[in-house]
């Protein structure tokens, strides 16, 4: 997955709101008089392609993506890794554009192009000249409904998808345990599947899974246009048009989804691996979005992530990190636009040489002083100044604006949504961020990760010999039972 030029959080936060998706505005319609971010522009074109234009004469450059509403979360139980795989062929052959050509002809023009795969989108780019921006519109539309696939393509590019899996995820214990993590997190729900899909059935993937998942899910009725730069929505609209008008609209499945169950029990994974050197410690809970669950916790939340976790004077850093010294790093995280819920995480790794189980119970002793005591109005207001000064740089990035309405507008939300983030942040009170933690944090169906060095064969033997010792550095006795393979789930 290509990351965003904005930062990971403030590009979270600008892809808010809590309204449902607006559908069928006017052609050309400006932003409400209230816009605060990037003021775009917006249209409908007749076969249903939203498009929205954010303007930046800063550099005569543009941002060209195509965002689909679909991702791995949409996937047909036992074909995981589809919505991927598909992102990978897209950039075969058309009948106009031969096989690996599409890349190529972007780098000629000096451009350069990517794209990537989420649980809710799947979303396509070029950042290229102003001039050259009728080019990559032509290629984008062509490859929309065009994409010729054979086994001859298909087969091979399958096994450089099955090899990118053994690299990043295989290989990389942190991205194993992560992978855990979401798979016990969600029991039921597809976010509990790996976005690159499960190796078995990566295998598994024929060229009439990608060609059902291309004709159900590519349509320009379930497509999303965002084009940021140095264009206007008056320049923009008639080469929309002329490439992505003339596409026909087709109808795309529902996107249903199962829900999860309730789960009563805390639960743990660990890990251990030859390849780890620092150890770290993660702890996730389910929590609302924007479009799901109590969703009038979601834009608190955002304050409380900032509290807790906005930089050097933040509660964890300064408790954990400067005054306990406990912790190398310690963060939190919350997921709030996805379609269905999200999620909050604390993530930490211990001082060189220091204990994990003493780190974990430093954590959970903040968690619990917040979820008593609560937070403060001084630290809220703090943390509103410094969330509303970050939007007003966000529209000094090119690609920004573009990632921010992309993925509003794939997870259920609007433009005015992102446009009103500075104004609903501001709005947030303290006892609604208090309210917000103890709803979230205060759940004891959580799941806790520990990614740990393994232990030596000395080591291993003497813990087999003291079934009730502690391995140094965990959080739980070393006897337990025999691990399947990749981790220990509890």
Same mark, same amino acid.
């Given at each position: ?325 406990? =912790? /190398?790093?310690? +963060? ?5 636009? *996805?379609?269905?819920? $999200?999620?909050? &995480?604390?993530? #930490?790794? %211990? ?106 064969? =000395? /080591?291993?033997? +003497? ?5 009730? *010792?502690?391995?140094? $550095?965990?959080? &739980?006795?070393? #006897?337990? %039972? ?9």
């Amino acid at each position: 997955m290509v990351r965003s030029p904005l930062s990971s959080r403030l590009r979270r936060r600008l892809a808010a709101g809590a309204l449902a998706l607006a559908l069928g505005l006017p052609a050309l319609a400006p932003a409400p008089a209230a816009a605060r971010v990037f003021d775009p522009e917006t249209f409908t074109l007749p076969n249903g392609m939203r498009v929205v234009v954010v303007t930046n004469q800063r550099a005569p450059v543009v941002s060209h993506m195509v965002w689909y509403r679909v991702g791995s979360a949409d996937e047909p139980r036992g074909k995981s890794g589809i919505a991927h795989f598909l992102e990978h062929l897209m950039f075969k052959a058309t009948d106009e554009i031969p096989a690996g050509d599409f890349s190529r002809i972007v780098a000629r023009n000096g451009g350069r192009d990517n794209a990537f795969t989420s649980y809710d989108y799947t979303a396509y780019f070029q950042n290229i000249a102003r001039d050259r921006l009728e080019l990559v519109m032509k290629m984008e539309a062509d490859r929309m409904q065009d994409l010729q696939l054979t086994d001859e393509v298909v087969l091979p590019e399958r096994d450089v998808i099955m090899e990118e899996r053994r690299q990043r995820t295989d290989n990389e214990p942190a991205a194993r345990l992560s992978e855990l993590l979401n798979a016990t997190l969600w029991v039921h729900h597809p976010y509990g599947t790996p976005v690159i899909g499960w190796m078995h059935e990566i295998a598994g993937l024929s060229r009439e899974d990608a060609v059902a998942h291309y004709r159900n899910w590519y349509a320009p009725n379930n497509a999303v246009l965002v084009v940021a730069g140095d264009v206007t929505a008056a320049e923009l609209k008639p080469l929309a048009e002329k490439y992505y008008g003339a596409l026909k609209r087709r109808d795309v499945p529902a996107r249903v989804r199962t829900a999860e169950p309730p789960v009563q029990a805390a639960r743990r994974v660990t890990l251990e691996d030859d390849q780890v050197r620092q150890p770290s410690w993660t702890r996730q809970w389910k929590a609302p979005s924007y479009t799901a669950g109590a969703k009038e916790h979601a834009y608190p939340l955002q304050v409380l992530e900032t509290v807790m976790s906005g930089g050097a004077t933040a509660r964890l850093y300064k408790s954990l990190v400067v005054e306990r010294q406990l =912790a /190398a790093s310690v +963060s939190m995280g919350y997921q709030a636009s *996805a379609l269905n819920l $999200g999620s909050l &995480a604390i993530s #930490a790794s %211990p001082v060189p040489g220091g204990d994990l189980a003493a780190l974990e119970k430093g954590i959970e002793e903040e968690v619990a002083r917040l979820l008593k005591d609560g937070v403060t109005a001084d630290e809220v207001e703090t943390a509103k100044k410094r969330m509303q000064a970050e939007a007003v740089f966000a529209r000094d990035s090119l690609q920004g604006p573009a990632y921010a309405f992309g993925i509003a507008l794939t997870t259920g939300q609007s433009v005015e949504d992102v446009e009103a983030w500075p104004d609903r942040i501001k709005a947030v009170t303290v006892e609604q961020v208090n309210a917000a933690a103890r709803a979230v944090l205060g759940q004891t169906d959580h799941v806790t990760g520990l990614l740990l060095p393994k232990p030596a064969p =000395a /080591a291993q033997a +003497s813990n087999a010999a003291s079934p009730g *010792a502690a391995s140094p $550095g965990a959080a &739980a006795p070393a #006897a337990k %039972p025999a691990a399947p393979a990749g981790g220990a789930v509890r």
